[in-house]
T-cell receptor, first 116, second 114 residues
């Protein structure tokens, strides 16, 4: 296990369609985070899990967005009824709770979503 | 609320010359500050972090940053730029209002000319 894996790398979808992204964190990391990065901006926090519990959600996460981490391992982020404004890079990161305050995030390479 | 401001959206230097990427932060307490680098089609990589220990922080690839509370700054420097340093750099503060989530600046694109 060499890092955080995200799938797919790229996704092009038509407006109104649903999309789902997957993130596989580093196996010993119990925290998992989703961020969104739009063109010319820094990443913005969306949500995070500790094990299978979703502990925090940003107000950026509208009702069309849902994230799960059913067994405390991989996570999925689903966007329903996609809009052009959803076009962005979706980044996943993981860390260990033991590193809280010391910060040990590892980011994946991201999934680039284009809504046409 | 915490925030960071990266003062330059784009910095261009010649190979072998010094690099300075500027960052100012806003925080009502002693923050944790970081610099990340993002190469095209690659994940964000942590360059260095400040967590209230030494104010001069050394990172990977010859980068370092100095925490200056009086100036609320955390500028990133490198004595001699290399072509491989060309990338997007983000100044980041840890969000005290959440479980250590990160607040990113808008980024500075570093170009290195041969």
């Amino acid at each position: 296990d060499t890092g955080v894996s995200q799938d797919p790398r790229h996704k092009i979808t038509k407006r109104g369609q649903n999309v789902t992204f997957r993130c596989d964190p580093i196996s010993e990391h119990n925290r998992l985070y989703w961020y969104r990065q739009t063109l010319g901006q820094g990443p913005e926090f969306l949500t995070y899990f500790q094990n299978e519990a979703q502990l925090e959600k940003s107000r950026l996460l509208s009702d069309r967005f849902s994230a799960e981490r059913p067994k405390g391992s991989f996570s999925t982020l689903e966007i329903q009824r996609t809009e052009q404004g959803d076009s962005a890079m979706y980044l996943c990161a993981s860390s260990s709770a033991r590193q809280r305050g010391d910060h040990g995030y590892t980011f994946g390479s991201g999934t680039r979503l284009t809504v046409v | 609320a915490q925030s960071v401001t990266q003062l330059d959206s784009h910095v261009s230097v010649s190979e072998g010359t010094p690099v300075l990427l500027r960052c100012n932060y806003s925080s009502s307490y002693s923050p944790s500050l970081f610099w990340y680098v993002q190469h095209p089609n690659k994940g964000l990589q942590l360059l260095l972090k400040y967590t209230s220990a030494a104010t001069l922080v050394k990172g990977i690839n010859g980068f370092e940053a100095e925490f200056k509370k009086s100036e609320t700054s955390f500028h990133l420097t490198k004595p001699s730029a290399h072509m491989s340093d060309a990338a997007e750099y983000f100044c980041v503060v840890s969000d005290s209002g959440s479980q250590g989530n990160l607040i990113f600046g808008k980024g500075t694109k570093l170009s290195v000319k041969p």
